[in-house]
């Protein structure tokens, strides 16, 4: 044995060395991960992520069936409020991250800082929380109430900015989140809006995904533009494997982006509207139109129907820019023939606007809801709740009759007699009989009935019932196949018109 190996072999001996380690011994077993990887040793047939971000991307493919009616090509939704954020930048998010840390700007306990209009925060909160940031993002004021107190719950914190600015002010969303950096040490900006790791994901996940999903035989890809990260990384892809390949941008009236595809020119008026997470005023640096073929435009009314539509008709609850991607997806669809594949990406969760798009008061505040045909169908299931139809027959005494009024807090009381009316009666008449005449409390309504109530069918509109309400009837009988389903009062009508 060498002198060296000799020295060795003390050094390791001695009682120091070896209370080092294990000291050393001890922490690593009691650290998490290695606890953890004992722990995977014994899991067999377990199935779990390792973590939450694991689980974004490989969303569905859903045909649409009701809203494409009169489009022959084969449409399908690509469901991005399948990712556990709720949208389609779940996936730039984590991307966005690990790509700070790798290239070290971003370090233990640092800041992520974003303009955002609610989703991308959403997707950077959520990687943050796994990976122990701090967030603080900044919106324009025109978003969402919801998007807010989600990313305030994900531990972020949320400046709200002015929506009506230039993207050049100071004030904007945009400026905000880039001075915030500059204030605060070991922050990062993680700029969706020039950063190439936005389009790259989309590049390495949302185009695989549709070709893969295709068997690579879609025709077309539809999306709405935000930043234009998806559909320049979604489109790369999908053209490098097929160039024939049509990629279709939506862009909501109001913005630039398509009238510069077109022109090479900007409107020098930006319009706001009410569509979040879509259009610009300018073009975004990872916006590349080299892999776009057509950009139509939707406007706000356009989207948020078609948004409603989705969710009532398809069961797809989904946001308004997704309206507006559907809403002109389906003005290319129109024009293809029977064997064309459309794949249209729905960018995120309807949860996210029910204070908005699908909250009446509001989309009537904007105009945006017009009852078109409203018929007394919809005025008697709106009444649902209340007593239905409180009816009397001939036979039924005065007191009685007085007595169901009383009960049901109704004033018009339909005689129906095998299953027709045969007459009405009114609360306040009945009152008058009886003070007047006492003793005909207990003599049948059909003494002192007067005309049967007019029967309108269910389908009707309600103007219909209104030219009988405002003449001399107090209410209309609803019918439907011959049956008598409901009552309409004057004052179902008010009560329908002041909602
Ligand atoms: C609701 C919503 N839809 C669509 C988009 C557009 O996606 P992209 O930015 O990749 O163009 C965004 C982007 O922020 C969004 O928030």
């Given amino acids: 044995m060498s002198l060296k190996s000799v020295q060795r072999k003390r050094q390791y001996d001695s009682p120091k060395y070896r209370a080092f380690w294990k000291a050393a011994q001890i922490r690593l077993y009691l650290s998490p991960k290695h606890r953890f990887s004992e722990m995977k040793k014994n899991l067999k047939n377990v199935q779990f992520h390792d973590s939450i971000l694991s689980t974004i991307g490989r969303t569905p493919l859903v045909r649409i069936q009701k809203v494409n009616k009169g489009c022959k090509a084969l449409v399908l939704a690509k469901l991005e409020y399948f990712n556990p954020g709720g949208s389609v930048k779940d996936r730039i998010g984590v991307e966005i991250v690990e790509e700070a840390e790798r290239e070290g700007r971003l370090k233990p306990g640092g800041t992520i800082v974003e303009a955002t209009s609610g989703n991308t925060g959403m997707g950077l909160a959520l990687a943050a929380a796994v990976k122990g940031y701090h967030c603080v993002f900044t919106m324009p004021d025109k978003m969402s109430i919801e998007k807010i107190r989600l990313l305030r719950a994900l531990g972020a914190e949320v400046i709200v900015t002015p929506t009506a600015v230039p993207h050049e002010s100071p004030e904007s969303y945009t400026e905000v989140a880039k001075r915030i950096v500059r204030e605060t040490p070991n922050s990062i900006l993680a700029n969706q809006y020039y950063n190439p790791r936005n389009p790259d994901a989309h590049y390495r996940s949302t185009g695989p995904e549709i070709w893969e999903q295709t068997g690579g035989q879609v025709d077309y890809f539809v999306c709405a533009i935000g ?77 948020f129907l078609m948004g409603r539509r989705l969710a009532r008709e398809e069961g797809l609850l989904v946001g308004g820019s997704a309206g507006t991607a559907m809403a002109g997806a389906l003005k290319v669809a129109e024009r293809l023939p029977e064997d064309t594949l459309m794949v249209v990406l729905l960018p995120d969760t309807g949860e996210r606007y029910l204070s908005k798009m699908y909250n009446d008061d509001w989309m009537r505040e904007h105009r945006f809801l017009v009852p078109e045909r409203i018929t007394l169908r919809y005025i008697v299931e709106s009444k649902r709740g209340t007593p239905g139809l409180v009816s009397v027959d001939p036979v039924t005494t005065i007191r009685s009759a007085l007595d169901l009024t009383s009960q049901h807090h109704v004033s018009q009381l339909p005689v129906i007699d095998k299953g027709k009316c045969v007459g009405s009666v009114d609360e306040s008449d009945l009152m008058s009989t009886v003070i007047n005449t006492p003793s005909m409390v207990d003599a049948p309504v059909s003494k002192v009935m007067k005309d049967p109530f007019p029967l309108v069918h269910k389908d009707e509109q309600v103007q219909s019932a209104v030219a009988y309400l405002s003449k001399t009837y107090p209410a209309v009988l609803v019918e439907e196949d011959g049956k008598i389903e409901g009552i309409v009062t004057r004052y179902d009508v008010i009560q329908y018109m002041s909602r």
């Fill in 227 to 303: 930043t234009g990260g998806t559909i320049t990384g979604a489109g790369k892809y999908l053209k490098e494997k097929n160039p024939n390949i049509k990629v279709v941008g939506v862009d909501p009236k109001g913005s630039v982006l398509r009238e510069y595809y077109y022109t090479k020119k900007f409107s020098p008026v930006f319009k706001t509207y009410k569509v979040e997470g879509i259009g610009q005023d300018y073009v975004p640096g990872v916006l590349n139109f080299q892999y776009v073929d057509e950009v139509v435009e939707a406007d706000d009314k356009e989207s």
